[in-house]
């Protein structure tokens, strides 16, 4: 009688974690299928990368003077320039108009 008690209880754990065990293999495979993709992602992504780090680097100090040069910049030049200096990691001098 204690056996199969026992035995009755040990089946009843027994299948809580099957079934647990179950739930872990389903997120562990989602987890997998989302590393996947990341991974692919990231390596499409990595030549874009090395391409604007190489223009970046090409910049010369005459394109910086030429830039400096500008008394109003066009929008694009603007943008540009702003995207260069985050990939540089260079914050943006805030300088106060005095004239508003």
């Known amino acids: 009688m204690v056996v199969a008690k ?3 209880e040990a089946d009843k754990v027994k299948e809580g974690v099957a079934k647990e ?3 872990a293999q389903k997120i562990a495979d989602e987890a997998s299928a989302i590393k996947v993709d990341c991974e692919t992602q990231l ?3 990595i030549p874009a990368l090395k391409a604007a780090e190489d223009a ?3 910049i010369t100090k005459g394109d910086i003077a030429q830039l400096k040069g500008m008394a109003k910049p066009p929008p694009d030049v ?3 320039t702003q995207v260069v200096c985050m990939l540089m990691g ?3 001098e805030v300088k106060m108009n005095n004239e508003t």
Request: aromatic share 0%; with cysteine.
């Open 21 to 23: 065990e179950a739930d």
């Open 90 to 92: 260079i914050k943006p």
């Open 43 to 45: 390596a499409e992504a």
């Open 78 to 80: 603007k943008l540009v």
């Open 56 to 58: 970046v680097n090409c």
């Open 6 to 8: 026992e035995t009755e």
